[in-house]
C-alpha cells in the first residue's frame, strides 16, 4: 500500500531563515512520481515539482529545492531565505508510475508553514 | 493553456437542500476528472474520480455522487445534504497519458447549516 508521511503538522519560523519539510513514502512500486503542492491561504492548490523515482537529482528552483533520497524514502523541500508570501500549507504526494487510467494520487496529511515578518 | 473552472466559490446551504457543483476544464481534451473534500484544518479526501464521459468511480460511500455529462465537466451533486458535508471541495483534472501531476481549480467552500 502507498502511503505519504509528513510529520511536521505545523512550522514557524522568521523571515529569511531557512525552512525544510520533511516528507517520508512507502510504496511497493518499483517506479513511482513524487509531488510537492502548494496551498496558500485562497485554497487552490498548486502544483511546484514532480519527481520520478529513477531520476535521484536534487533539483533547485529559484529559493526551493527538493533533496530526494531513495535510500531513505524521503522527498524533503527547503525554502531558502523564507518570505511572508511562503506561508502556506504543503502537500508531498505520491502516484504509480506505471500506466493506469486512474492515476490517483495520495496525498499527505500537509505541513502548515508560517512565516513571521 | 489549460484552465480549471469551479463554482460557486462559496455555497450555504441549509441541511436536506440538494447541491450541485460545476467543474469544467479549457484547452485539453479527455482529461482524467477528480472531486476531493478537505475538512477544516485537515487533509485531501478524494472523492470521485472520471476517466471519461460518464465513467466514474467513487473512493467513499456517503450521500454525494458525481457525473460527467461532457467531455471536460464535472459535476458534484448530492439529494439531500447533511452537517458532515460541509467542507472546502476541489475539482482537479490531469493529462490521460502524460505523467501523473493533478491540476486544481480554485474550489467551492461548502458550509451547510
Known amino acids: 500500500a502507498q502511503k505519504v508521511t509528513q510529520a511536521q503538522t505545523e512550522i514557524s519560523v522568521v523571515e529569511k531563515e531557512d525552512v525544510t519539510l520533511d516528507c517520508v513514502y512507502e510504496?511497493?512500486?518499483?517506479?513511482?512520481?513524487l509531488f510537492w503542492y502548494k496551498q496558500p491561504p485562497s485554497g487552490e492548490l498548486v502544483f511546484l515539482i514532480r519527481r520520478n523515482s529513477f531520476d535521484e537529482q536534487n533539483e533547485i528552483s529559484g529559493r526551493y529545492s527538493w533533496n530526494f533520497q531513495k535510500s531513505t524514502s524521503s522527498f524533503n523541500f527547503t525554502i531558502t531565505a523564507s518570505q511572508v508570501v511562503d506561508s502556506a500549507v504543503y502537500f508531498c504526494a505520491l502516484s504509480e508510475a506505471r500506466y493506469s487510467s486512474a492515476s490517483k494520487i495520495i496525498f499527505g496529511s500537509g505541513t502548515r508553514l508560517s512565516i513571521r515578518p | 493553456s489549460q484552465t480549471i473552472h469551479q463554482w460557486p466559490a462559496t455555497l450555504v446551504q441549509p441541511v436536506g437542500s440538494p447541491l450541485s457543483l460545476e467543474c469544467t476544464v479549457e484547452?485539453?481534451?479527455?482529461?482524467?476528472l477528480y472531486w476531493y473534500r478537505q475538512a477544516a484544518g485537515r487533509g485531501l479526501q478524494l472523492l470521485f474520480y472520471?476517466?471519461?464521459?460518464?465513467?466514474i468511480s467513487s473512493e467513499v460511500p456517503q450521500n454525494l455522487s458525481a457525473s460527467r455529462p461532457q467531455d471536460r465537466q464535472f459535476i458534484l451533486s448530492s439529494k439531500k445534504l447533511l452537517l458532515s458535508d460541509s467542507g472546502f471541495y476541489l475539482c482537479?483534472?490531469?493529462?490521460?497519458?502524460?505523467?501523473?501531476?493533478?491540476?486544481f481549480g480554485p474550489g467551492t467552500r461548502l458550509t451547510v447549516l
Open positions: 510504496t511497493r512500486d518499483t517506479t513511482y512520481y
Open positions: 472520471s476517466v471519461g464521459i460518464g465513467q
Open positions: 482537479a483534472w490531469k493529462h490521460t497519458d502524460l505523467y501523473n501531476e493533478q491540476f
Open positions: 484547452g485539453t481534451s479527455n482529461p482524467n
